[in-house]
């Protein structure tokens, strides 16, 4: 285990057997066989449990960069959510020497109102006092390339306008550890390069960043670790090529994206 | 050694554990400017839906107050409470913040996943954000109220200021009663579905059209009872403030100073107890 093999470095993120289950209302009606529940035809209403990560353990370390990569519904986002400590676990614990940072396509601001206004919101809801958000709201709209439209409604913006913001809020500060869920797949090439530049930035600090995404290229460039979820569990952790290879392999790909 | 040793000798922390019920009212109240920007913005949004934009914060309760007047007027006839236009403003207004604070912090958590799924936040400032939106469209609504009374010819007396400590105290018993609901429809979402019903039954027993006093006259055990709600109570405690012919008592002060602090301390504590399960499914 990596603990044990690099017992020098200080760990900031410790994950110990974490289990993360999901309790939903669903009709019963699944055409699957051999599955609880009765057959294509039964009509109840239950409680289906889904076991999203099962068990998984592993430790991170100051300064690393980890690539989170996996198949859709493998598991990785409710696992950075529960890093994040968003997202209970069921069993098992999560350590880390700071509050982590989530950054994901999901957060939600307020679409009707301005971006300059989300972006104070949006500061203020991470813990910033509202001069230092003034202070930095300049610098935040640059870095999103949105000077035209912070006056607009967030409801105005395209997808990847309204991604841009959110990461450029969220990275607009160092954090010791970051979390970034694939925000970056809906930005245009010149603001992928700036965030990348900037995820490197945000690492030489001392900070802590993990990557979830599916773009092998990016994690290639960014990542010195990577860890490989598949059907919530670990299946591999360790050197970016060896792992991205492998997967490579799994999902049969020939060409590195 | 185990991975939990490992990470405490190093001195990391478990992620999302709650905090000590103190220290996290401290990073609350530390957080406080974003429950305030949130709800100032919120409705800023709400009020650029419509032409007429922040004026239904007033014309609405106008409304409302008008047709009860109207329906309840021409009802009870001979049997309306003295001084009836203020007796109903005063009414219908205290009502529609505590009915506001109820079913606004039933969706305060609920209705925010998104929010809660995607940044870590003490998250009492959500009930906290419903419960300043609703002081937001409370302060038109007291400023309406109080040109109503000077038009009725209500002499203005000292006793008005009583208002202000009034309102504070309904705003502690409003921010108790909605972290209570905030919480309660996480574990139960159908409540939702009944919120209507309790604030209808609420409205009804509350003497905000009627007087308590007149229809159970005959019944004494079951006005004590009656008396007890602590709506009736704000609402008759600012109606001795402010309208000729109703007087505030000592026993209405006591009984609102104490559902004040109560409904607010079990509210912060039973909101607090459940702060690592927000964000949750079911």
New interface residues.
Partial sequence: MA?KSKPQQ?????V??VHIV????ASGRRATRGSAGGGLFARKLG?REVHAVKGV?F?VFEGESIGIIGSNGSGKSSLM????????VERG?????A??M?L?V???L?P??SGL?NI???G????Y??KEISANADAITKFAGLEEFIDLPMKTYSAGMSARLRFSIAASRDHDILIIDEALAVGDQEFRNRSEARMRELRDNAGTVFLVSHSMKSILDTCTRVIWIEKGELKMDGDPKKVVAAYNKHTGSTTID | M???E???E???????AREPFFEYLKHAW??R??AY??AL??N???N??NRLGRWWIVLLPTIQAGVYGLIFGVLLGSTRPENFIPYLFTGVFLFSFLQGAFASGATAVTG?L????????PRILLPANAVIQQIFSLLPQLGLLLVTLLAFQQPLTWAWFALIPIVLLMVMFGFGLATISARLTVHVADLNKLIPFITRIVFYVSGIFFSMEKVLSGYPLALQIAKLNPVYVYISLARGAVVDGYSMTAELWISAIAWAFGTLIVGLWFFWKAE??Y????
């Fill in positions: 603990a200080k760990p900031v993120v410790v110990d057997d999901y309790k939903v209302f409680l353990s430790t959510t529960a890093i994040a400590g968003l997202n209970p614990s999560i350590y880390a020497s509050r982590p989530l994901g999901g957060a939600v307020l009707a109102i206004k104070l919101l949006g203020l809801a991470m813990g006092s509202r | 185990s991975l939990a490992y990470a405490r190093h001195g990391l922390k478990r992620v999302g530390q957080r400017d974003f920007i949130m913005y919120t800023q949004a709400n650029a839906k925010n998104g929010l809660v799924r995607s940044l870590s936040f690592e399960r964000g949750r499914e079911i």
